[in-house]
């Protein structure tokens, strides 16, 4: 495990994206797992801009998302797929076809999630992994309490992921309480993964997660066991 401490959030956010471009050049037919939320937004400013800049394709590259939330369709605002095209996938040359998220309106959850997984493997496994982390220390929707050896599954979303999460939806609308997301023994066969997480609210999760002993019920500490990973994080951040 690497810690990359870099004294602003900004700073931080560039030097992940520093990462994947490299891991992009290296290897333009990356199988690259993508976060949503806050935290990795200015990292999706930068690869826009280094692909609009000729430094990077996407013609070649194949992505999986983490998770979607249940019960939204594709075209819902507030969907994790309407997220995605509209901070990378509607800027870059990616291909329709090599774009994977869960469906989140699928008639069968269980069906969905297996079949989540078996894209996965037939693409060969995720390459480079871009992960940020909760305040409970989740990583994808992985609560607290989430076995290590789970894989993509319906989950139910804790009191504090629902309360971050309904700063995003519009007044009086809920959030869902549920979403189908990559398990952890999932998101640790990628053979790299880049944690990204800035803030002091980050700072506890991010001290339990390499400090701590790996336990369930802090989901980050998983990321212990992985082949390859670099938090990276400011200041604020590194600061418990």
Same mark, same amino acid.
């Given at each position: 495990?690497e810690v990359v401490v870099l004294p602003t959030a900004d700073a931080a956010v560039a030097y992940a994206h520093g990462l994947i471009v490299e891991h992009l050049k290296a290897?333009?037919?990356?199988?690259?797992?993508?976060?949503?939320?806050?935290?990795?937004?200015?990292? =999706?400013?930068?690869?826009?801009?280094?692909?609009? #800049?000729?430094?990077?394709?996407?013609?070649?590259?194949?992505?999986? !998302?983490?998770?979607? =939330?249940?019960? /939204?369709?594709?075209?819902?605002?507030?969907?994790?797929? @309407?997220?995605? *095209?509209?901070? /990378?996938?509607?800027?870059?040359?990616?291909?329709?076809?090599?774009?994977?998220?869960? !469906?989140?309106? @699928?008639? +069968? &959850?269980? @069906?969905?999630?297996?079949?989540?997984? %078996? #894209?996965?493997?037939? @693409?060969?496994?995720?390459?480079? /992994?871009?992960?940020?982390?909760? *305040?409970?220390?989740?990583?994808?929707? !992985?609560?607290?309490?989430?076995?290590?050896?789970? *894989?993509?599954?319906?989950? +139910?979303?804790?009191?504090?992921?629902? %309360?971050? !999460?309904?700063?995003?939806?519009? #007044?009086?609308?809920?959030?869902?309480?549920?979403?189908? #997301?990559?398990?952890? &023994?999932?998101?640790?066969?990628?053979?790299?993964?880049?944690?990204? &997480?800035?803030?002091?609210?980050?700072?506890?999760?991010?001290?339990?997660?390499?400090?701590?002993?790996p336990n369930v019920e802090v989901p980050g500490s998983a990321l212990q066991f992985a082949q390859d990973v670099t938090f990276v994080v400011d200041e604020a951040a590194a600061?418990?």
């Open positions: 495990m290897k333009p037919s990356t199988v690259l797992g993508l976060p949503t939320g806050a935290t990795p937004l200015g990292v =999706y400013v930068r690869l826009v801009e280094s692909y609009r #800049s000729g430094a990077v394709s996407w013609r070649s590259v194949t992505t999986f !998302n983490l998770d979607e =939330y249940w019960g /939204l369709g594709e075209y819902h605002l507030t969907s994790y797929a @309407a997220y995605m *095209r509209r901070v /990378l996938f509607d800027h870059v040359d990616c291909p329709l076809r090599q774009r994977h998220i869960p !469906n989140g309106c @699928a008639t +069968d &959850a269980v @069906a969905e999630a297996r079949g989540y997984e %078996a #894209s996965i493997d037939q @693409a060969g496994g995720i390459d480079m /992994l871009l992960l940020g982390l909760g *305040r409970n220390a989740h990583i994808g929707f !992985n609560e607290p309490g989430s076995p290590f050896t789970s *894989r993509t599954r319906l989950v +139910d979303l804790a009191p504090l992921t629902l %309360a971050a !999460n309904k700063l995003h939806f519009a #007044s009086g609308e809920e959030p869902p309480g549920q979403a189908i #997301s990559m398990g952890i &023994a999932t998101i640790l066969q990628s053979r790299r993964i880049v944690v990204l &997480a800035t803030g002091a609210a980050k700072a506890e999760a991010v001290r339990r997660s390499i400090r701590e002993e600061g418990a």
